[in-house]
């Protein structure tokens, strides 16, 4: 069987990699943030650039994608509203790691970024840093979809109740970052 999520809010990304200071990334941020002279509007761009590729998920074969990871977690929250959070932890199986995301665009990084960051597939905002408002750019997609396949033990959860939890995890969880405005999906258990 198959979960279908077809969002009904925008998707913002946001990969965990660029928490880890080993990350090539992040080494490249650092090393433009630590300047101690001013910083260009050159590197400014670059810093955007790093951060917007760097927060994607992306593959070079599959382009933008959802990690399976994120998907069980949004079933676990959605799960534990009703109590059945174990359920979902003993009694689904993922066929893969990723989730293709669908949208109508272009699929590598390069063209995905635009002219300086001129993209629709391009979020800037300013987000609150250590009591800080800062700059922050982030992968969006406006108008998305992404199927993976799962399989569930009818033994620990039953059809119905999967069901139920996986329209609710769409509804009132959400997955990307910023979930209180997006991320939001119909989820739908197929096949």
């Known amino acids: 069987m198959r979960i279908e999520m077809i969002g009904t809010a925008p998707l913002l990304m946001h990969n965990v990699r660029l928490a880890d200071d080993q990350d090539p990334y992040v080494k490249a941020i650092k090393k433009l943030t630590a300047k101690k002279t001013k910083k260009t509007d050159d590197d400014k761009m670059e810093i955007d650039r790093l951060s917007f590729a ?12 959802l990690p399976a990871e994120n998907i069980f977690r949004c079933l676990m929250e959605a799960g534990s509203l009703t109590r059945s959070g174990k359920k979902i932890e003993r009694g689904v199986i993922f066929d893969g790691t990723r989730a293709r995301l669908n949208y109508d665009g272009p699929r590598d990084l390069e063209t995905l970024w635009g002219d300086d960051g001129a993209s629709p597939f391009v979020d800037r905002r300013m987000v609150a840093v250590q009591r800080q408002r800062i700059p922050r750019v982030r992968p969006i997609f406006p108008d998305w979809s992404a199927t993976i396949g799962v399989e569930i ?16 995890a769409g509804r009132l969880i959400g997955i990307g ?3 209180r405005f997006y991320g939001k999906f119909e989820g739908k258990v197929t096949g």
Not at 54 to 65: A, F, I, R, S
């Open 54 to 65: 760097g927060g994607m998920y992306h593959d070079d074969d599959l382009g933008p994608y």
């Open 153 to 168: 033990d009818p033994q620990v959860i039953d059809f119905d109740e999967f069901e139920d939890i996986v329209a609710k």
């Open 177 to 179: 970052d910023y979930r």
